[in-house]
């Protein structure tokens, strides 16, 4: 039977590993972003969160297992992500320092000034448009990464640990920002507050492994989850 275009729209990842050299990165993960969704992946410190951010973005070829978008098979290239829809942020900042903050945002809209600026605005860094990115605050510079990610109106939006580094206030304008966007977004977060209020569903990750996934309520309430957390900061 094929399955409906509804069933297979969006980003699927199927039985997914990776490994490096004797390293389990990651070990049988399976996930659907569907669209409008927002899908959030947390664990502990090397649970394989940016590795799994990073199979999405071709970075890292799995060692076995499959990705599809709209029921397509993918394998994704870096440079092809903005022509699939999809755009990114990285852990930290990646800003260009030689260039201006309006000029970062211009490198994924050329030509398109307004749409740039416009970016901009709705990730609050519009007056610092002319403003090198050394000269801003950290929380700044990862708006301006986010405005950078936006620019292309993607229709899905990885995020790898937009929560590091912010301060709690920060982290409640990014989560605001999080919830106004209609695409589909990927969340990759040590945060489990952040992706407790913004995610639809939530993968939990512990050594590569999935052991958790559910809606926030289920994995709040979760005993493995709970274990992986307390077996951290033990
Ligand atoms: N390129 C790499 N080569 C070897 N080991 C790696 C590489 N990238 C990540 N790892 C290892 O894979 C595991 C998962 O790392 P990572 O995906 O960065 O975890 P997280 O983002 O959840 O903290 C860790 O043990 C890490 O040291
Ligand atoms: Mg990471």
Known sequence: MTASPSEN??????????????????DGVSLRVAPGRTVGVIGPNGAGKTTLFNVVC???????????LDGRP?????HRLAGL?????????????????????????????ERALAALDRCGVGPCAGDLPGHLPYALRK??????????????????????????????????????????????EHHMDLVMTVCDEILVLDFGRPIAYGTPAEIRTDEAVADAYLGAVA
């Open 143 to 188: 708006r301006v990464a986010l405005a950078r990610a936006l620019v292309s109106e993607p229709r899905l939006l990885l995020l790898d640990e937009p929560a590091g580094g912010l301060g709690a206030g920060e982290i409640d304008e990014l989560r605001e920002l999080i919830e106004s966007l209609s695409c589909s977004v990927l969340l990759v």
């Open 9 to 26: 729209a969006g980003l699927t990842l199927d039985r997914i590993s990776v490994h490096f050299g004797g390293l389990v990165a990651l």
């Open 58 to 68: 071709g970075f890292v070829t799995p060692t076995s297992g499959s990705l599809a």
């Open 85 to 113: 829809g999809i755009s990114r942020t990285l852990q930290g900042v990646g800003l260009f320092s030689g260039l201006t903050v309006l000029e970062n945002v211009l490198v994924a809209a050329p030509g398109s000034p």
């Open 74 to 78: 993918l394998r994704p290239r870096p």
